[in-house]
């Protein structure tokens, strides 16, 4: 069992691969939790196209060198 939790709501459900999905879908700071596992993030960035991200927001990180 897997808990999917954000600011607002937690959800429960069996697989780690329907709790990633359903952290896509709700598009928002989840932590995954379950099965000895703590997964924190933002799920869905998949990639960035001419300088968009998929949810079609700008993409503003800039790597720089020292």
Do not use: Q
Request: aromatic share 6%.
């Amino acid at each position: 069992m897997y808990k999917v939790k954000t600011k607002t709501k937690i959800s429960e459900v069996v697989t780690l691969d329907e709790a990633m999905k359903l952290a896509k879908e709700m598009n928002e700071l989840v932590t995954i939790e379950g099965d000895a596992i703590e997964i924190i993030g933002l799920f869905g960035a998949d990639a960035v196209h001419e300088g968009k991200c998929p949810d079609g927001s700008d993409y503003t990180w800039k790597k720089r060198r020292r």
